[in-house]
């Protein structure tokens, strides 16, 4: 079974330009969560869908963050106008719904961003 | 909104010692907790999930819980070098939403 994958794998941008990262989650999983890492630090949720319904978009950091999942598969995060504050690993992640003990979070590698 | 802290930032086991990880929470209703490891290359690995008090052991790797305390615990009995990364704590809510502490380094000395 394919995992989570994500693209880019490392991504360098000046402040000021934009980004997009892309995520395809495990075939099946109607949850997808987007994370963000900074360094020295553990993951903090961004956003999550259910299909392609956003059900929490509260924790993203400002207008300059946007996330889509159009068909309920695929998702794309894009930050317009990076900042230095910006820089971070941006992981996606899946799972069924409903919840369970049992129901696991599957997380991809990641996208490591920095911004100069 | 669960707040989640870990302990300590960074420890260093020799090969073979007990290693000692702590994890404190904000919200003692969660009854799904996780321990993961991070690798810096690679993704993050769930070692240990807990869903009651008491303890669960999975190999090596064994998750202690107390929501009355507020607090769960990973033991790695017969750590190896290749042991050595970030551990995370994470208490999970609805939705399957994961909250994160910050990490604890390990490194496991030959």
């Known amino acids: 079974e394919a995992g989570v994958t994500q693209s880019p794998r490392y991504a360098v941008l000046q402040e000021g330009q934009a980004v997009s990262f892309w995520c395809d989650p495990i075939?099946?999983?109607?949850?997808l969560y987007w994370y963000q890492q900074p360094r020295d630090q553990g993951p903090q949720l961004l956003v999550y869908?259910?299909?392609?319904?956003?059900?929490?978009n509260s924790q993203l950091p400002s207008d300059r963050f946007s996330a889509v999942r159009p068909k309920g598969t695929n998702s794309t995060l894009k930050i317009q106008s990076a900042k230095q504050g910006d820089t971070a690993t941006y992981l996606c992640?899946?799972?069924?719904?409903?919840?369970?003990?049992?129901?696991?979070?599957?997380f991809g590698k990641g996208t490591r961003l920095t911004v100069v | 909104q669960q707040k989640v802290q870990q302990s300590p930032e960074s420890l260093t086991v020799s090969e073979g010692a007990m290693a000692s990880l702590n994890c404190t929470f904000s919200?003692?209703?969660?009854?799904?907790f996780r321990w993961y490891r991070q690798h810096s290359a690679k993704g993050l690995e769930v070692l240990v999930s807990?869903?009651?008090?008491g303890e669960k052991e999975e190999g090596r790797f064994t998750a202690h819980l107390n929501r009355a305390n507020l607090h769960v615990s990973l033991h790695i009995r017969e750590p190896q070098p290749s042991d050595s990364a970030v551990y995370l704590c994470?208490?999970?809510?609805?939705?399957?939403?994961?909250?994160f502490g910050s990490g604890t380094k390990l490194t496991v000395e030959p």
């Open positions: 992640a899946s799972s069924f719904y409903p919840p369970g003990e049992n129901t696991e979070v599957f």
């Open positions: 994470a208490v999970m809510s609805n939705y399957n939403v994961l909250y």
């Open positions: 075939s099946g999983h109607d949850t």
């Open positions: 869908f259910r299909d392609e319904a956003v059900i929490d």
């Open positions: 807990i869903f009651s008090d």
């Open positions: 919200d003692g209703t969660s009854n799904n």
